[in-house]
């Protein structure tokens, strides 16, 4: 019997750890899909543009299928958790900006003296980034730029 991999599973292999930052990636890439609807045409190339590099990038390339090979994923450093989603040949774009009060748990306290300790802080993180309301979580602006 094969079962497939959910969406989430199939992040985490491909980035090949868990962390909290992936998870923020996972949220932001599906609130961007949602947002974005329909794709126009099978050659439109979906790009997305980073203000900071992380984790998070890797879910990007793995459920908006935006890859940092074909050119479909930059970085504009500017350590910010915000992100850029538009169709290559259209003028609608989709702006995520991931809120400060969600930021704060990305970071693990260091003064965790366990393993175990250490693995609890990062579950508990990733499952206040995933529950969080949508709208404690991000801010999400769309617009048409033509
Ligand atoms: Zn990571």
Not at 102 to 124: D, F, K, Y
């Amino acid at each position: 019997m094969c079962i497939e991999k959910t969406p989430w599973e199939q992040v985490i292999d491909f980035h090949g750890h868990t962390c909290p930052e992936i998870a923020l990636g996972y949220r932001v890439a599906q609130i961007a899909m949602r947002e974005l609807g329909i794709k126009p045409t099978p050659s439109t190339e979906l790009v997305v543009t980073a203000q900071t590099h992380s984790c998070a990038l890797d879910a990007f390339q793995i459920l908006n299928h935006a890859t940092f090979g074909r050119g479909a994923l930059k970085v504009d450093e500017n350590k910010q958790h915000k992100y850029l989603f538009e169709y290559s040949d259209t003028s609608v774009r989709v702006t995520i900006t991931v809120l400060p009060k969600i930021l704060e748990h990305l970071v693990i306290p260091e003064n965790l003296a366990t393993r175990r300790e250490i693995q609890n802080a990062t579950l508990e993180a990733i499952q206040f980034i995933l529950s969080s309301e949508e709208n404690m979580f991000c801010t999400i602006q769309k617009d048409d730029h033509q």
